[in-house]
């Protein structure tokens, strides 16, 4: 018997007479729900591992050792405190794992799942009344006040939820009025960063035999899956959760606002918190950063823009996929779906299939919007082979390094690169989904089909997110060591214009890009001719994968 069974045989209390709560993956909290307003004594709960989960998709092994790790802590206090755990090791769906158990514990409860790829596994049962779901107490806001914060409904407009929920709570609010005079400070948080002020080191988390153990699960088991294991990056106990939660408090929230959209090779996070992937699973609790960072002395910049981060999109992207079923039923349209998981590039980088051939069986892929109409492939870059754009080699050995890049790097580096070669949109969102931490359908699909690519058009962002290079040098300091100048040779300028020539159609009567689309109609025909050139070329080399160089383009 391994350490974690032993240790958990050592807590185990009388599981007699408890009524039973299953705990998926992404609940582990008992500051929420039956497990903090019932007695320890009175309860009992389910936690299920399968590899059938890991097998659907080539998720990175650090989100892997991430999810059993804390699951692993959380069941030994969860027994700590007298509450009885069923740690079951099941092989197939989460369903197929819970339904045997059901004659011996009676219907079981779980908080209404976040994801809703775990819903549909778990139809079957709360169908037949061996499962009943009871309301999820770690969203901060409800569907009645998303639907009535916009009557209309779509397009679903990130800032209008904001207001409305600002309003409700109170939160940021004096007199009825937004603190500040403004509900957002967004043009404040636009500096770069040129090395000062100092950015605070990323803690590390210390080995335990917990992680230990799911290590060398990882090593065995799950080898094939990719991406670095570094159990040291991974926050696995609630002491990690409180240690990591007050470092972002004190080290990065004060600078927070003002860097927030700047990019650099030597700081994976700049000031970003690096909290998403203990939120996204509840280890810390949206509830607990917001008011604690309510409370705290910050400058209103980075008070509210971390306010609207958390309270704001992160609940509108998680209302948005509630209301449209995982972009399936858009106002007025059906979306295709894919039938199986996607793999996100996997096999073109790999050259071989995503794990057996033998089909993962259990819910479908996801839905697969695509306004814009691109069927690119994601090239091999995104899996780690060099590219020679200083850019997005950076990025993506960031990404493979620890599962975690920030926000401004996601969005316009890695979705406007893919945006600019016309890839997939779903292949890229099944990408972000393997590669990141805190990636899960409800947060990924709308963040990369509404957000990065445009891939539902207008229904939650106003414009296609893409720049050619100047932004990026602007924002960064990937450009002074990259092959390429910016201000010269760097494909991304005539990728930009192309992009916009490829979708001028669609994009001509776009308000926001107004200014744009009027500088493309006064692009010459030689210079769009040799725009359309560059994009062909860099799709070919990189589609190769193969580096770009200002010899080859
Ligand atoms: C293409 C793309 C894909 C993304 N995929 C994911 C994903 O799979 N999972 C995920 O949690 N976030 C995703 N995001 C949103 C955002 O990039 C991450 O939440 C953030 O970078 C996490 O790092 P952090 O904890 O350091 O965040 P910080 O910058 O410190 O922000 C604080 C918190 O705000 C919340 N937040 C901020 N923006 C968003 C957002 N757009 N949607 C939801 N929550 C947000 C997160 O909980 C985050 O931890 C994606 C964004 C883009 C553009
Ligand atoms: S020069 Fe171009 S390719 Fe190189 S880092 Fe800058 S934007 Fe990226």
Redesign the pocket.
């Known amino acids: 018997m391994g350490y974690f069974k032993k240790e958990l045989a050592k807590r185990q209390a009388d599981p007699k007479g408890r009524r039973w709560l299953f705990v998926p993956y992404d609940q582990l909290s008992d500051q929420i729900g039956p497990l903090f307003r019932e007695d320890p004594k009175n309860l009992g709960i389910v936690l299920v591992e399968t590899p059938w989960k890991a097998a659907r998709r080539p998720y990175h092994k650090q989100k892997l050792a991430l999810i059993l790790a804390n699951l692993r802590h959380f069941a030994l206090e969860q027994a700590g405190r007298g509450v009885a755990v069923r740690h079951v090791i099941g092989e197939g769906p989460y369903a197929t794992a819970l339904e045997p158990l059901i004659p011996e514990l009676g219907p079981l409860r779980v908080m209404r799942p976040a994801e809703r790829e775990l819903r549909a596994d778990l139809r079957k049962l709360v169908d037949q009344k061996s499962l009943q779901f009871i309301p999820h107490e770690g969203w901060l806001s409800t569907s009645e006040q998303f639907k009535e914060s916009d009557p209309k409904a779509s397009p679903w407009k990130m800032d209008t939820f904001y207001r409305f929920i600002r309003r409700t709570t109170g939160l940021l609010m004096e007199g009825g009025k937004p603190v500040g005079g403004r509900y957002s400070f967004d043009a404040a948080n636009r500096l770069p960063w040129h090395g000062k002020p100092p950015v605070p080191e990323p803690l590390s988390f210390p080995r335990d035999p917990i992680k230990e153990e799911v290590g060398e699960l990882i090593e065995k088991r799950f080898n094939h899956h990719p991406g670095r294991l570094d159990l040291e990056a991974i926050p696995a106990n609630k002491k990690d959760a409180e240690k990591l939660w007050s470092w ?1 408090r004190t080290e ?1 929230l004060p600078l ?1 606002g003002p860097y ?1 959209d700047a990019m650099s090779h030597r700081s994976r ?1 700049l000031f ?5 992937s203990l ?2 699973i509840h280890r810390l609790l ?1 509830s607990l950063v917001i008011s604690d960072v309510a409370t705290m002395k910050l400058p209103l910049e980075s008070k509210e823009g ?1 306010i609207r ?2 309270l704001g ?2 609940e509108f ?1 998680h209302h948005v996929h509630e209301t449209t079923d995982g972009f399936r039923n858009l106002p007025g349209a059906r979306m295709p779906v894919e039938k199986a998981p996607g793999d996100g590039g996997y096999e073109k980088w790999a050259g071989k299939p995503w794990g057996s051939s033998e089909k993962v069986k259990g819910p479908d892929g996801g839905a697969a919007p695509c306004a814009l109409g691109c069927d690119g492939p994601l090239p091999p870059a995104y899996w780690g082979e060099k590219s020679g754009l200083a850019c997005l080699d950076t990025v993506v050995s960031d990404v493979w390094a620890e599962g ?4 401004i790097t ?2 316009m580096i ?2 406007n690169l893919a945006n600019l070669l016309d890839v997939r949109p779903r292949e890229l969102t099944d990408w ?2 393997v590669a ?1 931490t ?3 359908d409800w ?2 699909e ?3 089909l509404g ?2 690519t445009y891939a539902l058009g207008s229904l939650m962002t106003t414009k296609p997110y893409v720049s050619g290079a100047a932004y990026i040098n602007r924002m960064s300091d990937y450009c002074p060591p990259c092959a390429f100048n910016p201000k010269t040779d760097c494909p991304f300028v005539s990728l930009y214009w192309a992009f916009l020539a490829r979708h001028e159609a669609l994009l001509k009567t776009n308000p926001r890009l107004t200014m744009p689309m009027a500088s493309l109609r006064k692009r010459s025909a030689s210079r769009k001719k040799q725009d359309q050139e560059v994009y062909k070329r860099v799709r070919e080399i990189l589609g190769k994968g193969d580096n770009v160089t200002p010899q080859n383009l």
């Open positions: 972002a990065c927070f927030e996070s970003h918190t690096r909290i998403s939120v996204n949206p971390f981060q958390v999109w992160r992207v975690y890049s920030h926000h996601r969005l890695l979705s972000f989904w990141y805190d990636a899960y947060v990924v709308p963040n990369v957000m990065g």
